[in-house]
């Protein structure tokens, strides 16, 4: 049984409170986008804003923020979604209800040239269900959260994305049409898209898009540990900030004798094993320094580091044990595995906020990523650090913490009519889903 100190308990308040503000600081209150990073010329990513408002959820049953600021926050979010404009133009907000992976922060209209993002999308509507579930109240203002949130959903047109095949696009682009790439080809976060297309009440998808899907999942001995293989810790984490995964099993699951939930929590004891058997030899790993994911990170660079040439990276996603590794560790990434294994996560935060109490920082929060063999003049001792906080990392560690502590994500999630639709169309039964109607 996992040892949960005091201490750890006020150690995980401060850490969520001060993530938190993320979503409080970063934000347009005019129209409720919220930033990518924390760089003074971000635009919005709309995966950031669904994780927003589900944070603004934890704010609210914790006290962070008032019951009205966090309806009024969502409810601008929500209002200013559903106006904005959809269609083929370059430089609209979206089109068949999904919308640009990135917004301007002022005027919602697609930033750069990016695409219109299938995943982002589907995190941001996991953000939606979730206020819809849990603003319950007949007053005036939580009936409109419902029927806005519901109306956004509806609108998603999840058959498009299949663009004519089985399985769901990346996006799709107004210059060029859809992209080359399906989620289709190995294990990552999807399952909250293809949870959300299946249990779709307008646009829903046919179930072999999902089997053909899982059919391309490998199984891995690695370290001891045998799993559902994928390299980033983020991939593990992404769809159970919403979904509870324990006690429920696909068709894949049943096979191999594992659910998502278990998975999770192998993949994250196979990052800190990683960390020890230390590999490449970078100085820092340890049982207590761990966590490679899809994070910010030094590069692009090739420096000498004692005599050997090493290539570092920006951001870009890195996983055990085939890397990329470049020696750069995501903090944020550790406690999004709190509820998989809090024994291995609890000492490993301890650890973490000693070393932020040596530098006066602990009143920040964790960094992004960090990163000593890649030294900065003038901070040698340090190495390189971050200079931006990401939404991507600071929405998980809210929603994770919380999940550990009282599971609401998760319970609000439960009881979301959709969700459990797509769940049970993707052929997931048992636990909580058979007890549920």
Same mark, same amino acid.
């Given at each position: 049984m996992t040892e949960y100190l005091d201490s750890d308990r006020e150690m995980l308040e401060n850490l969520q409170a001060k993530t938190f503000n993320y979503f409080l600081k970063y934000l347009n209150p005019a129209n409720g986008l919220i930033a990518d990073k924390s760089s003074p010329d971000s635009h919005s990513s709309i995966a950031a804003v669904g994780?927003?408002?589900?944070?603004?959820?934890?704010?609210?049953?914790?006290?962070?923020i008032s019951r009205e600021e966090g309806i009024n926050k969502i409810l601008t979010i929500l209002n200013f979604f559903l106006a904005g404009h959809q269609g083929p133009e370059v430089d609209a907000m979206g089109y068949k209800g999904f919308y640009y992976?990135?917004?301007?922060?002022? $005027?919602?209209?697609?930033? +750069?040239?990016?695409? =219109?993002?299938?995943?982002?999308?589907?995190?941001?509507?996991?953000?939606?269900?979730?206020?819809?579930?849990?603003?319950?109240?007949?007053?005036?203002?939580?009936?409109?959260?419902?029927?806005?949130?519901?109306?956004?959903?509806r609108r998603v047109d999840w058959q498009w994305a299949l663009n004519g095949g089985s399985m769901i696009c990346h996006g799709w682009k107004p210059e060029s049409g859809f992209l080359n790439n399906y989620w289709g080809d190995g294990y990552c976060e999807a399952i909250i898209l293809y949870v959300l297309a299946l249990g779709s009440p307008t646009f829903p998808i046919d179930p072999k898009g999902y089997q053909n899907? $899982?059919?391309?999942?490998? +199984?891995?001995?690695? =370290?001891?540990?045998?799993?559902?293989h994928a390299g980033p810790l983020f991939i593990h984490q992404m769809s159970h900030l919403w979904v509870d995964f324990q006690g429920i099993?696909?068709?894949?699951?049943?096979?191999?004798?594992?659910?998502?939930?278990?998975?999770s929590r192998r993949a994250t004891h196979i990052q800190q094993q990683y960390a020890i058997k230390n590999p490449l030899n970078f100085k820092h790993y340890g049982e207590n320094n761990w966590g490679f994911t899809a994070s910010d990170g030094p590069g692009p660079a090739v420096l000498k580091i004692d005599g050997v040439e090493k290539i570092f990276y920006d951001y870009v996603a890195r996983g055990v044990?085939?890397?990329p590794d470049?020696?750069?560790?995501?903090?944020?990434?550790?406690?999004a595995s709190l509820p998989f294994a809090p024994d291995i996560v609890l000492s490993t935060l301890r650890h973490a906020v000693n070393r932020l109490k040596e530098n006066n920082a602990v009143n920040e929060g964790f960094d992004a990523s960090f990163n000593p063999v890649f030294k900065i003049p003038g901070k040698e001792e340090y190495g390189w650090v971050?200079?931006?906080k990401f939404g991507l990392n600071e929405g998980p560690m809210v929603i994770m913490i919380e999940n550990f502590r009282s599971?609401?994500?998760?319970?609000?999630?439960?009881?979301?009519?959709?969700?459990?639709?797509?769940?049970?169309?993707?052929?997931?039964?048992?636990?909580?889903?058979n007890q549920e109607s």
């Open positions: 994780l927003g408002i589900s944070s603004y959820v934890v704010g609210i049953e914790r006290n962070l992976h990135f917004l301007q922060m002022d $005027t919602g209209k697609r930033a +750069w040239e990016c695409e =219109l993002s299938t995943i982002d999308t589907a995190i941001f509507i996991a953000g939606v269900l979730t206020a819809a579930v849990y603003f319950k109240g007949e007053n005036k203002l939580e009936k409109e959260i419902r029927t806005l949130a519901e109306n956004l959903y899907w $899982t059919s391309t999942f490998k +199984w891995v001995d690695i =370290l001891g540990y045998g799993y559902i099993q696909d068709e894949l699951n049943r096979k191999y004798k594992i659910d998502y939930f278990e998975n044990p085939y890397g470049d020696g750069t560790i995501s903090p944020w990434a550790v406690v971050s200079p931006w599971q609401l994500i998760w319970n609000i999630i439960k009881q979301s009519i959709f969700i459990k639709k797509g769940l049970r169309k993707a052929g997931f039964t048992g636990g909580w889903l």
